[in-house]
């Protein structure tokens, strides 16, 4: 039988020693990942597709349509949103025109469905619309502003706060037959 002397103290127990517990860090720390991933996961799920193909691909007819008339209408808008006031101000315009009648701006969340935003607009006899919009995420919107008779369509990408304004303007027409340098 061995006695503890000062020169030999007796071996502390592995709990005690600070390597089994670096050791054991990392693991721990993966499984605590794994599981708060796994929470977001469940809570978090993704946007379902489209139930009906056929009925959106008739809808893509109607929506070349609606940007052709866009183009022979020569439409631009151009917007600008100020974060302080939460309004979205800007002006809507037929051939360099003003255009007063009612539309409406869809901004659709790149990937959360759920704080898409669509905006009433009734300009003035200046084309000028200024409408509360609540603050916006940093993301990338997809804007589509329609006429109030979902007659025609403008549709562009905007990087909110990347890009403080946003310009849309119709593309031009082509002649029949000629086909566009792209």
């Known amino acids: 039988m061995q006695t503890a002397s000062p020169l030999n103290p007796p071996p502390k127990p592995w709990y005690r020693h600070r390597w ?7 693991p721990a720390i993966v499984v605590v990942a794994g599981v708060n991933l796994g929470i977001i996961a469940y809570r978090g799920q993704d946007a379902m597709v489209v139930d009906d193909y056929y009925k959106k691909g ?3 007819n109607q929506d070349l349509r609606r940007d052709r008339a866009a183009s022979a209408m020569r439409l631009g808008f151009d917007a600008r949103y100020d974060p302080a006031t939460e309004k979205l101000a800007g002006t809507l315009s037929s051939g360099g025109q003003p ?5 409406s ?3 659709a969340h790149a990937t959360q469905p759920e704080k898409d935003r669509k905006l009433d607009v009734i300009p003035d006899a200046e084309g000028r619309f200024s409408v509360a919009l609540p603050m916006l995420e940093r993301a990338r919107w997809q804007v589509v502003v329609e006429g109030g008779k979902n007659d025609w369509r403008l549709a562009a990408a905007w990087h909110w706060p990347r ?5 849309i303007k119709a593309d031009a ?3 029949a037959g000629e ?3 792209k």
């Open 173 to 175: 027409l082509e002649p």
């Open 179 to 181: 086909p566009a340098n």
């Open 99 to 103: 255009l007063s009648a009612p539309f």
């Open 20 to 26: 089994p517990w670096l050791l054991m860090l990392g």
């Open 58 to 60: 008739k809808a893509i």
């Open 163 to 167: 890009e403080q304004a946003l310009a």
């Open 105 to 107: 701006i869809h901004l």
